[in-house]
């Protein structure tokens, strides 16, 4: 069993920086590839970005790209969300997730096993 704790999110303005965390306990997060995802009010959870087990992997989600950049460190057990030049439209709840996929970045929640309980991103205008 692993279980996913995110903190880092908050109120920011448009433009802002924030970067997320997801610190993992319980397991090593190695043998896992590592995702954020996010869910705003009365949207579907969708895919943010993806990071391989091994670490040589990675998606992002068209909106996010550029912007945007997962890595995880190992040693410390914990994935990161930097995001950059915040928009309005990236206000959700951002959740992290781990899956025992054997390789790749995959963007379907149905490819993850754990989830985090979510920290909440509010971009003002």
């Known amino acids: 069993q692993v279980q996913l704790v995110e903190s880092g999110g908050g109120l920011v303005q448009a433009g802002d920086s924030l970067r997320l965390s997801c610190a993992a306990s319980g397991r090593t997060l190695t043998p896992y590839g590592m995702g954020w995802f996010r869910q705003a009010p009365g949207k579907e959870r969708e895919f943010v970005a993806g990071i391989s087990r091994s670490d040589d992997i990675t998606r992002y989600a068209d909106s996010v790209k550029g912007r945007f950049t997962i890595s995880r460190d190992n040693a410390k057990n914990t994935v990161y969300l930097q995001m950059n030049g915040l928009k309005p439209e990236d206000t959700a709840v951002y959740y992290c997730?781990?899956?025992?996929?054997?390789?790749?970045?995959?963007?379907?929640?149905?490819?993850?096993?754990?989830w985090g309980q979510g920290t909440q991103v509010t971009v003002s205008s």
């Open positions: 997730a781990a899956g025992r996929f054997s390789w790749g970045a995959r963007i379907s929640v149905h490819e993850y096993d754990y």
